[in-house]
């Protein structure tokens, strides 16, 4: 057996860079195995658009207008999420997973286009919540040295719950219910997690702070006293962060309809392109995480938004088909890559009792702003007579985000203390 098939240094590449505790390690498990079935969730309405636009009539400059409205449930996910620097992360998380397993279980039976935005929107509400909330836990309690290659990993889980959903998608046609079985089998696994973390404890850093988080008041309480202590660093990385979600949003959530209704492709074949692609995709966004360890969340930050940018928007200028599969690869990893730096800045910088916050904040801002991207794409659509213009042209924004980035404080390798001077 060569050496570059050792199964120990396989092992070895996905294992953390400096060794964690058992009690991290079951921390890490049950908030990465929410990240998987948040990427499968999330992803079944991206991956069956053309099938759920068919049966709930949803005009085609609405696709994107659709989303635009159940990703507006961002904002209440914020506010949600941002009670955790009050109550605890532990006592959150365990009622977003549960509210998100329920609302996932529903959007199976709705009736009509109307209802399927109520429903998902909740499901958002309490889905964003927990997305927002897993970051926190990570950059709470992962060692300094271990940060970039726990957010990576995160994200890695959720390549593969979309990997499971795209898997799952192959087989649409045949499905009882067709797009409805996705999310009843997408539901089940996160009711048996809710009731897996049941054990999941609390921080060591929400404990060690005790009831300080209760005492600063209300939410707009803490607010302020984020706007006062760090307006800079704050209003950089939502800069960042907004002029990203600006961009992708539209790209990422058409990239599928795309391959179908573009480049004629079947489901079966989707499948066939994102599920090794995904898994690619995994193992690059692990490298991309532990390379930010070594040379920096800047400079990878800025590599990964650009890789993002240039090759989504030659996957939506017809692009030859034999580059349509490598495309694809290559703008969803510069995606999950950049997007998790980001992410990771804004839980670096502040201290642990606003930690909750800012990181709702910028997720909120960043799925805020691509919803308004997204009711944009239809308006551009009518105008430039399809998606794949319309996409293009709202890539424009990345460059923002990218100098945004170098006006960051840089956070590898220094501990949450160091950063925020708490």
Known sequence: ???????????????????????????FFLVGAAALFAGYDINIYGLATTQIQASLHIPENEVGLTAAYFRAAALFAMLLAASADLIGRRRLLLFTIFGQAVFTLLTAFVGDHLSFIAVQFLTRVFGYAEEMLLFVVIAEEI?????????????????????????????????????????VIGAIPIFLLAFLRQGLPETKRFQAQGEAGLKKGAILGLLRDIARQYPGRVATVIIAAAAFGFAISPATLLAQ????????????????ILIPGGLIGLGLTIAAGRLSDRLGRKPMAI??????????????????????????????????????????????????????????????????????????????????GGHGPAIQWLLASIPITMIAVLFLPEPAGKTLEEMSGA
Do not use: C
């Open 143 to 183: 060692q300094a040295k271990a940060r970039g290659w726990a957010n990576s990993t995160i994200i890695a889980f959720y390549f593969t719950g979309a990997g499971l959903a795209a898997a799952i998608f192959g087989m649409v046609n045949s499905l009882p219910g067709n797009w409805r079985a996705l999310y």
């Open 257 to 272: 309809k795309y391959m179908q209704d573009v480049y004629h492709y079947t489901p079966g074949q989707v499948s066939l």
């Open 1 to 27: 057996m060569s050496a570059d098939t050792d199964p120990a240094r396989v092992l070895k590449y996905f294992s953390p860079p400096v060794p964690i505790d058992r009690r991290t390690e079951r921390i």
């Open 303 to 384: 590599a990964m938004a650009a890789l993002a940018g240039i090759s989504f928007f030659f996957f939506f200028n017809n692009a030859p088909g034999w580059s349509v599969p490598l495309l694809w690869v290559l703008g969803f990893f510069g995606f999950f890559a950049a997007d998790t730096l980001i992410a990771g800045f804004a839980l670096e910088i502040v201290p642990t009792h606003y930690r909750a916050t800012v990181g709702a904040l910028r997720y909120a801002i960043e799925i805020g702003v691509g919803a308004a991207a997204l009711a944009l794409e239809g308006v551009l659509y009518d105008g430039l």
